[in-house]
């Protein structure tokens, strides 16, 4: 009795287990992206503030904070490395000092977006190390960006002067069921 009530277990198995590594699926060619990059401009005490002092580890630099500090920001997002040029997107976020060297950072940010016909934001959270390059996961998006995914990449540019630079790099990806997003 015991072995037929496990009869209709083992006819399902099949369906719940995973794909077998052999058995790679090529979804990605169906759906609709979008690729390209922006410069995140941000100036210390005009778009961006230290609001939490940190409490041990690196003192504040050019790319440090103690550990604990949390930074807020709010930077325009041009399409070239010079501040003066087209601003086609705005970061707004939080890091928070994660290491005690001061390079590593937790951060989230909302970045608006007006780029290629397209509308809304995409929301990114992860790691961010400030001197070298940092890839976040896209959480999710309003707008045309609704039901994206993908990654941004993060990588200094200018660490110089009173204005940093970092190169963002977009690597979105709409599923097949969503209605915005660019053309197929």
Request: glycine share 12%.
């Amino acid at each position: 009795m015991s072995k037929l009530l496990h009869l209709p277990f083992l006819l399902l198995l099949p369906l719940l287990s995973p794909p077998r590594a052999g058995a790679a699926s090529s979804h990605h060619h169906h759906l609709r992206s979008l690729h390209f990059s922006l410069f995140q401009q941000e100036t210390i005490n005009k778009t961006g503030y230290i609001v939490v002092d940190g409490v041990a580890g690196a003192g504040v630099g050019q790319t440090t904070t103690p550990f604990g500090t949390i930074f807020v920001f709010n930077d325009g997002m041009t399409v070239t490395p010079n501040a003066s040029s087209r601003v086609a997107g705005i970061a707004e976020g939080t890091s928070i000092t994660s290491s005690l060297d001061g390079l590593r950072s937790v951060s989230f940010a909302k970045i608006t977006l007006r780029i290629r016909g397209l509308q809304g934001s995409i929301s990114i959270v992860g790691g961010t190390h400030n001197i070298k390059p940092a890839d976040h996961p896209v959480v999710g998006g309003t707008g045309d960006f609704m039901f994206v995914g993908g990654s941004v990449r993060s990588s200094p540019v200018d660490l110089e002067g009173v204005t940093v630079v970092y190169k963002i790099e977009f690597h979105l990806y709409w599923p097949p069921y969503a209605a915005n997003g660019p053309s197929k």
